[in-house]
């Protein structure tokens, strides 16, 4: 089961990996390393998927990242709390909080049997803008000279300049973000609190970056779309737009779009690049409304993956959701008599699910993944299982489990586990 786990998760656990730094050079082209033939029979398809595979593992090289990884691990250790003098930023930082102002905007009453509640409202708001400053390290010590934005200045251990840095532009929204009850006095039979209702200004861009002597090791940008947005947000109701990009020299891992839109639907797209070559894309989208806290009305669910050009795997709902859900519980959620309604049922689901493999990025399939109904029999009874299963051209199935085994994609499998080590090894992360 943990070599299945392996395969099964090598094309889409990487999606949300953290790529690293490569101090080649790459061609931004995309050029496809493997035959523009398309792979036929399930022994072509199973070679072309496990070298597809293991190219990526292989661009995914933890040695990618070990300059960065030992950069880190030098400023980590040269300025720590025992070398350095921290105070400074920690009196900025309760000078910063201090400043925040809470605006009172009224008291509410509540009436219960044997008391009265009161409390008073303020407004807190709290903003990256309210925290600037450059902070240079010199000596042991950190000083402090005022800013538009937030910086830290150091050097590596060969003199080299560093400064990570916190900058905002464009506009900012307000958005409420939780409440705070303190209790303070009683006055005869009313208990007062004090009553925090924290907002979060939120702007257009925030960015979050590390150079080295002038040059951009690593950054983050967020930006931000909630200018159709109420006050307080709210992610069933409102229109907002986030993408999310964070970058490593020649790599990058990307939350390209979410989007929602009342009765317009919503679309996730993520993906990895090196340079401009992408080489994992994930996308889902669908007409899904869910500001009346229902799932009707969502027929156009799509999603896609693309695997370096190279493997593509698209899939749709065809139908409502709840329509396929009451499918799904009425498939499994029940004791048959008959064997026939069983396989009716499962071919319901089949015609609602439409999952389907490609190979570079043509037009026609190469194999169709499915359910497909089975009898068990064991000593004592026999059982109706639906296997999920894929099926070629040729109308050859096989369970995914059985097609995906541990003998034909060995070398896959021995990549992703050489990935995952690797990687432990280098954030010295023990399992």
């Known amino acids: 089961m943990k070599k299945f786990f392996y395969l099964f998760l090598a094309s889409f656990a990487t ?28 022994e072509e398809q199973k070679k072309r998927l496990e070298e597809v595979g293991v190219n990526l593992a292989n661009e995914l090289s933890a040695s990618n990242f070990e300059d960065v990884s030992k950069l880190a691990t030098e400023l980590a250790e ?31 009453y509540y009436m219960s049997d044997y008391y009265t509640y009161a409390y008073n409202n303020y407004e807190v708001l709290f903003a990256a803008s309210n925290f600037t400053g450059k902070f240079e ?92 947005a109420d006050r307080e947000v709210n992610l069933r109701k409102d229109k907002y737009n986030v993408s999310v990009k964070c970058e490593v020299n020649n790599y990058s891992v990307n ?18 690049k090196k340079g401009s070559n992408s080489l994992v894309k994930v996308s889902l989208s669908s007409d899904l409304d869910i500001s009346n ?12 993956i693309d695997i370096t050009g190279n493997v593509q795997i698209k899939g749709s709902i065809k139908g409502d959701i709840v329509e396929l859900i009451k499918q799904y ?24 699910i439409d999952l389907k493999l490609y190979y570079n990025n043509s037009k026609k399939e190469s194999a169709v993944i499915k359910l497909i109904p ?16 894929i099926v070629f051209d040729d109308e050859t199935s096989y369970s995914v489990e059985e097609f995906f085994n541990e003998q034909d994609f060995r070398n896959l499998i021995k990549a992703f586990e050489r990935l995952a080590e690797d990687y432990y090894d280098l954030f010295d992360i023990y399992y």
């Open 137 to 228: 390290a010199k000596n042991g010590k950190w000083k402090y000279t005022e800013a538009n934005d937030l910086s830290f200045h150091v050097t590596d251990n060969n003199g080299n300049p560093c400064v990570f840095k916190l900058a905002t532009s464009g506009k900012s929204k307000e958005v409420f973000v939780g409440e705070e009850y303190y209790e303070t006095t009683w006055d005869e039979d009313t208990l007062f609190y004090d009553c925090a209702l924290m907002y979060l200004s939120i702007p257009e861009k925030l960015t979050v970056s590390f150079e080295q002597n002038g040059k951009a090791v690593s950054k983050v940008t967020v930006e931000t779309d909630l200018s159709m």
């Open 255 to 272: 939350l390209d779009k979410i989007k929602y839109a009342p009765e317009k639907g919503s679309e996730v797209v993520a993906s990895i």
């Open 329 to 352: 519980e009425e498939t499994f959620d029940r004791e048959y008599t008959k064997e026939k309604e069983f396989k009716q049922n499962v071919e319901k689901l089949n015609q609602m």
């Open 15 to 42: 999606t949300f990996m953290f790529v690293s730094c490569d101090e080649t050079v790459q061609n931004d082209e995309n050029e496809n390393q493997f035959s523009s033939t398309i792979p036929v029979t399930p």
């Open 78 to 108: 040269k300025y720590s709390e025992y070398n350095y003098d921290y105070s400074e930023i920690e009196k900025w930082a309760d000078d910063c909080y201090n400043a925040i102002t809470a605006s009172f905007i009224g008291t509410e």
């Open 374 to 389: 089975m009898v068990v029999e064991d000593y004592y009874d026999y059982y109706l299982v639906a296997v999920v299963s």
């Open 293 to 304: 806290n229902d799932f009707y009305g969502a027929e156009n669910s799509i999603l896609n």
